[in-house]
């Protein structure tokens, strides 16, 4: 079974800059791994995803352009880069993992079968 810790959240100013890490321990066999978020008062939304086989990735269009998700495979680690954060970018932020057969990096939460336990981002005006 494989456990997710995300990292690296914190506080920060518009046009700021963070970089989340999210290390998976245990079977490693992931298959696609992504970063979602959820606002107080708000559904959990995708933010972006990652294949760890083909590297294919994908944006939800909130981020396109100012965020980058990337994936370390030697050292099992996806990290999410957050550019020019905008305050409509504070949530909580999860770091997933799914493992059904897939080429694809799918920004669907249900398809997702393990969850960390999120690391707090807040940005202010």
């Known amino acids: 079974q494989v456990q997710l810790v995300e990292s690296g959240g914190g506080s920060v100013q518009a046009g700021g800059s963070l970089r989340l890490s999210c290390t998976g321990s245990g079977d490693t066999g992931t298959t696609y791994m992504g970063w979602f978020r959820q606002a107080p008062g708000k559904e959990r939304e995708a933010v972006a995803s990652?294949?760890?086989?083909?590297?294919?990735?994908r944006y939800a269009d909130a981020v396109k352009g100012r965020f980058t998700i990337s994936r370390n495979n030697a050292e099992n680690t996806l990290y999410l880069q957050m550019d020019s954060l905008k305050p409509e970018d504070t949530a909580m932020y999860y770091c997933?993992?799914?493992?059904?057969?897939?080429?694809?990096?799918?920004?669907?939460?249900?398809?997702?079968?393990?969850w960390g336990q999120g690391t707090q981002v807040t940005v202010s005006s």
């Open positions: 997933a993992a799914g493992s059904a057969y897939s080429t694809l990096a799918p920004l669907t939460p249900s398809v997702y079968d393990i």
């Open positions: 990652i294949n760890t086989g083909s590297g294919t990735s």
